[in-house]
């Protein structure tokens, strides 16, 4: 099935426990902190019902429609739908959504097309994977994930010294029926308006840390588990005018709580296997498919800051500068630049695994990596061409509500390239992506939403073809010797 916004809305109304500071919600699609972003998600469901979007979004199997991002790919062609959907969902909010509900779906989808592994360990988890993936297409389900253990409590000997309970979430009893989990996890994007949370380690574990490799999944609103949100970003304005990103695109982050969960043995994919916990992702194409998605995400966010260069650069009057074309020429080259690292991965797409077909891994990781590396040297380009024009704009459009302020406003804020209310307009908007709280979260994401880099830079290794690069350099040094004389 494909949902509407309305059914996931009142999805989202389960008795759920989400708390900003002490305060528990008891709406999170009512609440002044999440409903305008609760809609937008809403929205992204429901365009799927829109005719234009309908082949893109989703497909047909066994008489049902799924979303895209079930797709187990057979070919560049499937590839190349997986990828127009992501672009679809992600230019509905120019990319400032990285965990929509295409990102751990297709982890898991990428996940069933190689389930073999879930076999391989003590445990027979493959069935559960299958039933798993199965449920989500069905339901069209959205998880979010939570796979990173709480930083700087990684390292158990502190707690064990002073008999303290370990922080990270491990399994702490097991019985017929399934687990009990408890303890934390780091953070888990867009819980709040997600249906499940995936549980997880996508940061390797030590041998011996076998409780915490389990790996399972959990309804939102499951006993024992509580969602702490950080400072939400949008209640600080009361019009998007004056803040249109922060407005209603805050995908909000929380730190999962768990107090003696119950997980049913059904819903375990990993346990008491380290290496096993984090194999999943990249011994299938989990780790590929999720982060294409990434990839694909913030190419429309590299759409719009190229866009919002453009116009800024015009309001100010220093596109005619040569210098300045020189950057806005350089801002279009990384935009393509991304753009074709993206369809190569289609192109140089690889058989693998089984009967399957998967994005070109080594592309992905250098998209992902030229994406974390490059974001706050973007950002830095559009605030550059901003100047102080950001901060020369009154607070908020409520001047419109003053005669004597609008009438001052209208005649003093016009320029000879546009009038008062569209630069403010604009101004708005890019201090949404420069300099806004939003945006400070926005490039902390993008430095951290696949892991530091340093672990990205690792995944690039690991796929490397070191023998063939080898053999590269040995072909040359082979064609000549130690001289004759
Ligand atoms: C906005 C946001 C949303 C997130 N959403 C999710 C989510 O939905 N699900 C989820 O599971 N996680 C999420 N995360 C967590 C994210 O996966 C982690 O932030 C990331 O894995 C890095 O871990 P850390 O934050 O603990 O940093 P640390 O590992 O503590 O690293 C801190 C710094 O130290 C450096 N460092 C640490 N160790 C080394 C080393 N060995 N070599 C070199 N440098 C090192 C790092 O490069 C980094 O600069 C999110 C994070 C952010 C910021």
Redesign the pocket.
């Known amino acids: 099935m494909i949902k509407t916004g309305k059914e996931h809305l009142s999805q989202l109304r389960d008795g759920r426990v989400v708390y900003i500071g002490d305060e528990k919600i008891d709406d999170v699609t009512t609440h002044p902190a999440f409903e305008k972003a609760a809609q937008k998600v809403a929205e992204l469901y429901d365009i799927k019902h829109q005719e234009i979007y309908k082949d893109v979004l989703s497909y047909e199997e066994n008489g049902e429609l799924c979303s895209t991002w079930f797709l187990q790919a057979k070919n560049k062609s499937d590839l190349r739908k997986r990828s127009k959907a992501h672009k679809v969902i992600a230019d509905q909010t120019s990319g400032m959504m990285?965990?929509s509900m295409d990102h751990v779906a297709s982890f898991v989808t990428g996940m069933s097309t190689n389930p073999d592994i879930f076999d391989s360990g003590k445990y027979k988890f493959k069935e559960n994977l299958l039933n798993y993936y199965k449920y989500m297409k069905k339901n069209d389900v959205f998880a979010?994930?939570?796979?990173?253990?709480?930083?700087?409590a990684?390292n158990p000997e502190f707690y064990q010294k002073q008999n303290l309970p370990i922080p990270t979430l491990s399994v702490v009893e097991e019985n017929k029926k399934g687990v009990i989990i408890s303890g934390m996890?780091?953070?888990?994007?867009?819980?709040v308006f997600a249906n499940e949370i995936w549980i997880?380690n996508?940061?390797p574990l030590a041998p011996d840390q076998i409780k915490q490799a389990i790996t399972c999944a959990i309804p939102c609103n499951i006993e024992g588990l509580s969602l702490w949100m950080r400072q939400p970003l949008s209640t600080h304005y009361d019009n998007q005018f004056d803040s249109p990103l922060s407005w209603n695109m805050d995908e909000t982050?929380v730190l999962v709580m768990c107090d003696k969960v119950f997980v049913p043995w059904d819903r375990i994919f990993v346990m008491d296997d380290a290496i096993l916990a984090r194999e999943i992702y990249i011994k299938t194409p989990a780790h590929c498919y999720g982060n294409h998605q990434a990839n694909v995400r913030y190419w429309s966010k590299m759409e719009l800051i190229t866009g919002l260069c453009n116009k800024i650069a015009k309001a100010t009057g220093a596109d005619q500068i040569p210098a300045v074309r020189e950057t806005l020429g350089k801002m279009s080259s990384l935009e393509a630049n991304l753009s074709g690292m993206i369809h190569g991965q289609i192109e140089a797409a690889e058989t693998w695994p089984n009967n399957h077909m998967t994005f070109n891994r080594r592309m992905m990781y250098a998209a992902l990596n030229w994406c974390t590396e490059n974001y706050t040297p973007i950002v830095d380009e559009l605030r550059t061409l901003c100047g102080g024009g950001v901060f020369q704009m009154p607070a908020s459009i409520n001047v419109m509500k003053n005669e004597k302020l609008k009438k001052d406003f209208e005649t003093y804020f016009q320029t000879p390239q546009m009038d008062a209310k569209s630069r403010m307009k604009l101004f708005k908007l890019a201090w949404d992506v420069v300099g806004s709280e939003f945006a400070g979260?926005?490039q902390?994401?993008e430095?951290?939403?696949?892991?530091?880099?340093?672990?990205i830079k690792n995944h690039s290794y690991r796929e490397t073809p070191w023998d063939y690069f080898d053999g590269v350099v040995d072909s040359l040094m082979d064609k000549y010797d130690l001289p004759e004389n």
């Open positions: 990285g965990r979010s994930y939570a796979v990173v253990p709480p930083q700087a990684r996890k780091m953070l888990a994007t867009s819980a997880g996508l940061v982050d979260r926005q902390q994401y430095k951290f939403y696949a892991g530091a880099s340093f672990i």
